[in-house]
């Protein structure tokens, strides 16, 4: 098993940095002119890097499901990493489809991110709870993933969109929320690189604390800004947490979690401000000129077209499919907990996109501002309900 870990974890690794390879030759094709022998050579090159860089990360998928014996969809890490690859998968089909390269100089650093954000869980295998032992958790989750990547990529098409078209000139409340998603992406980064630099350090601090009647062990691998309610520090050195977790916050680890959050935060803030220093703009303003080529209505297109494919595979995965495992699995096909709820809040959201874009016309820049807000639905249902909310999906 040890041996197809080791596989698995260098054909993630490789996956990422063919991934970033691609990246700079999608961003070559930027200034070189349309019919330019340069440009195709450089598509053709990031393209099939990507593919190469899928098959890479395919080749992880298996082998850890080989170590394993079950599918690897079973925690954060492996969710995520698989939510990270179908993003790949979906744009790679909508690039044959379209031949749309700028499409990839912002999905695969998008799908990058979440595959960053996803090594930052702890990836051992550990037995499968007996909520999980059943081939619904290849049929349910992978299919949820797959909805989720491919949906996804309607926010990058719709996220190109908004920066291509809104006036960046003058300040308005349209330039300071596509800033606030630009931002968001950032916090993204400053968790990926927090947890990283205190990884390097081996930064460890244990704290008991009473929940629910049970004497609990926090393993912090940050310093605690916050800490449990009347915890006891068990590692010497430890630094006072400044002030306790909310009441409110209920979860598995949530003082922890709690914790990583607010780190992410204050290093995402940090490093966008630190960009924006750099750029003497906002991001926005600064990405909008590589984007002139871009043709609108294809974005506009894309955006929709991966909604239409994107909407029916999650209709299976998180609405049918979860309410056939939770019959199996608790004898009651809903049950308001709250992974069930947010996965109903994303179906009806996309469904009212499909009616406003299909029944009111609504196009360009309102259908972008919707494909972005559904976006932020499933990141809020993947990181805020996974990690903060209590209930029986908490074993992720």
Known sequence: MGNLLEISSTMLYTAFILYLIATAFFGATIK???????KGLAEKIGISLTVIGFLAQLVYFVTRWMASGHAPVSNMFEFVTFFGMAMVLAFIILYFIYRFTILG?????VAMIVIAYASMFPRDIAPLVPSLQSHWLYIHVTTVALGNGILAISFVAGLIYLIRQ??????????????????????????SVITVIFNITGYEAKFNYVENGNEVTANYHMPPIVGPKEAQAMTQGTMEPWFETPEWMHGKDAPRKFNTLIWSFLTGTLLYLLTRLALRKRIGAAIQPI?????????DEVSYRAVAIGFPVFTLG??????????IAWDRFWGWDPKEVWALITWFFYAAFLHLRLSRGWHGERSAWLA????????????????LLAGLHSYA
Not at 32 to 38: F, G, R, T, V
Not at 166 to 191: A, C, H, M, N, P
């Open 32 to 38: 070189q002119n349309k019919n330019s022998n340069q």
């Open 105 to 109: 100089l912002f999905a695969l650093p």
């Open 166 to 191: 809104i006036d960046q000139s003058v300040s308005s409340k349209r330039t300071t929320w596509l800033e606030l998603i630009l931002y968001t992406l950032v916090l993204f980064i400053g968790f």
């Open 291 to 299: 984007l002139k080529k871009a043709n609108p209505d294809l974005l």
């Open 318 to 327: 998180g609405l049918i499919f979860a309410a056939i495992w939770a019959q």
């Open 372 to 387: 972005v807000g559904g976006f932020a639905i499933i990141m809020f249902n993947l990181i805020g309900v996974n990690l």
